[in-house]
């Protein structure tokens, strides 16, 4: 069954950076759009990035010039760079797909503070 696993989140300062991944299995990921979500203590999920089957990015506007999405079809994973940190970034960040129905991960926590 498609499974999504996520990594890398920590607590960080403000201004650091952070490598989140997403481990894919299940289905042919090399064929799927990906994505990226994150929710906020108190608030509601929010799109963060989105990768297509042939590598187009898109970005929330929150994100835009900070935050970089990739993947690697060979190896099916996806990856989110995280630079410049702001506290607003704190949350816990989830990999998503739609493969017939909606799939998440676990999330992974990031905090961002001094």
């Known amino acids: 069954q498609v499974q999504l696993v996520e990594s890398g989140g920590c607590l960080v300062q403000p201004g650091g950076s952070l490598r989140l991944s997403c481990a894919a299995s299940g289905f042919t990921f090399s064929n799927y759009p990906m994505y990226w979500y994150r929710q906020a203590p108190g608030k509601k999920r929010e799109f963060v990035a989105s990768i297509s089957s042939d590598h187009s990015t898109r970005y929330a506007d929150s994100v835009k010039g900070r935050f970089t999405i990739s993947r690697d079809n060979a190896k099916n994973t996806m990856a989110l760079q995280m630079n410049s940190l702001k506290s607003e970034d704190t949350a816990v960040y989830y990999c998503?797909?739609?493969?017939?129905?909606?799939?998440w991960g676990q999330g992974t926590q990031v905090t961002v503070s001094s």
């Open positions: 998503n797909t739609w493969v017939k129905v909606d799939y």
